[in-house]
């Protein structure tokens, strides 16, 4: 028990630093310019936030009764559903073109403060529901589950691109169901068409499942 309080001390601390130096460099700038433009990074880590309070909740869980498990499935589809909007501040970085002058650098180092957090809390999120479910199924099919978070990678960049490029958000799925349907299987089913999307979800794929690889080896 004291280890795990250790792991998760150390694991919300570098959570905290990097969230103080975002929120930092962004007060910082809305003090002396006025202007409330990137403000909006403040509720893409809100929301990059809720797939990792779900999955640091379910990795403390005994599923040891129906009940729990569940609940398991009620959360672990939330957190999917959730899942896309830690990455997804990366792709702010385009808000970059809208900077001017000396301030051009001053927003890159910003908007990147905010995506390194954003994407930290994505592969800690991946981490934590893989050994979940790892510990669901009680360590059967592990040569499966070992890939399961590759998986959930690629849905991920599958859903950046979604919020992105056609500007959908996680509620969609409940307001819009139909439209969001019909747009990810003509994605699916002609990708001679998508050729720019393919290359868009295939690059963030290959940057968050390297990432991921990277963090699992060191932290092993």
């Given at each position: 028990?004291?280890?795990?309080?250790?792991?998760?001390?150390?694991?919300?601390?570098?959570?905290?630093?990097?969230?103080?130096?975002?929120?930092?460099?962004?007060?910082?700038?809305?003090?002396?310019?006025?202007?409330?433009?990137?403000l909006f990074l403040v509720w893409n880590l809100i929301l990059a936030f809720i797939p990792y309070v779900i999955s640091s909740y379910l990795r403390h869980e005994n599923y040891n009764?129906?009940?729990?498990?569940?609940?398991?499935?009620?959360?672990?589809?939330?957190?999917?559903?959730?899942?896309?909007?830690?990455?997804?501040?990366?792709?702010?970085?385009?808000?970059?073109?809208?900077?001017?002058?000396?301030?051009?650098?001053?927003?890159?180092?910003?908007?990147?403060?905010?995506?390194?957090?954003?994407?930290?809390?994505?592969?800690?999120?991946?981490?934590?529901?893989?050994?979940?479910?790892?510990?669901?199924?009680?360590?059967?099919?592990?040569?499966?589950?070992?890939?399961?978070?590759?998986?959930?990678?690629?849905?991920?960049?599958?859903?950046?691109?979604?919020?992105?490029?056609?500007?959908?958000?996680?509620?969609?799925?409940?307001?819009?169901?139909?439209?969001?349907?019909?747009?990810?299987?003509?994605?699916?089913?002609?990708?001679?068409?998508?050729?720019?999307?393919?290359?868009?979800?295939?690059?963030?794929?290959?940057?968050?499942?390297?990432?991921?690889?990277?963090?699992?080896?060191?932290?092993?």
């Open positions: 028990m004291k280890t795990i309080s250790i792991k998760t001390y150390t694991e919300w601390s570098r959570i905290a630093v990097f969230t103080l130096l975002a929120s930092s460099l962004l007060v910082l700038r809305i003090k002396l310019t006025h202007d409330f433009y990137l009764n129906r009940w729990s498990k569940i609940s398991f499935v009620g959360l672990f589809m939330i957190w999917l559903l959730f899942l896309p909007n830690a990455p997804y501040i990366i792709t702010d970085l385009i808000h970059i073109s809208n900077s001017s002058g000396s301030w051009r650098v001053f927003d890159a180092l910003l908007i990147v403060s905010f995506a390194v957090l954003g994407t930290y809390l994505g592969i800690l999120s991946i981490y934590d529901m893989s050994r979940s479910i790892s510990k669901l199924f009680k360590y059967r099919w592990k040569k499966l589950l070992h890939k399961l978070p590759y998986v959930f990678v690629m849905l991920s960049a599958f859903g950046i691109y979604l919020g992105r490029e056609l500007r959908y958000n996680s509620w969609d799925i409940i307001k819009n169901p139909l439209l969001l349907w019909n747009d990810c299987m003509d994605l699916i089913m002609a990708p001679q068409d998508h050729l720019e999307a393919w290359l868009f979800m295939l690059s963030m794929s290959l940057f968050l499942s390297t990432s991921y690889y990277v963090y699992t080896s060191y932290k092993k």
